[in-house]
Nanobody, 121 residues
Framework: QVQLVESGGGLVQAGASLRLSCPVS????????LGWYRQAPGNQRELVAK????????NNAGSVKGRYTITRNNAKKTACLQMNNLKPEDTAVYYC??????????????WGQGTQDTVSS
């Protein structure tokens, strides 16, 4: 079993920054993609940013453009999401996701439990 545990969320005021972290552990053999998603109340889960072997993708179609940055440490099997100039509309549960292979070489697509980020105006 592969485990992902998000940390770094919390309650902040508009304009503040948060840095989320997500280490991947357990029965993981290799990781292709590491991504961050979020889900606000009443909304579907949406992709925020993803790190792939081919590069980084950020959902610039949304309001996170220029404010969110995903980084990845392959040695530590960790993904981070730096969020700057936070806005009340960024309030959501943020989830980490990995896609790769477990040690038995089965495909792995695992999710963390999510971390609540609340931005007050």
């Amino acid at each position: 079993q592969v485990q992902l545990v998000e940390s770094g969320g919390g309650l902040v005021q508009a304009g503040a920054s948060l840095r989320l972290s997500c280490p991947v552990s357990g029965n993981v053999f290799s990781i292709n993609d590491l991504g961050w998603y979020r889900q606000a109340p009443g909304n579907q889960r949406e992709l925020v940013a993803k790190s792939t072997p081919g590069g980084v993708y950020t959902n610039n179609a949304g309001s996170v453009k220029g404010r969110y940055t995903i980084t990845r440490n392959n040695a530590k099997k960790t993904a981070c999401l730096q969020m700057n100039n936070l806005k009340p509309e960024d309030t959501a549960v943020y989830y980490c996701n990995d896609e790769g292979f477990a040690r038995d070489l089965r495909e792995d697509n695992s999710w963390g439990q999510g971390t609540q980020d609340t931005v007050s105006s």
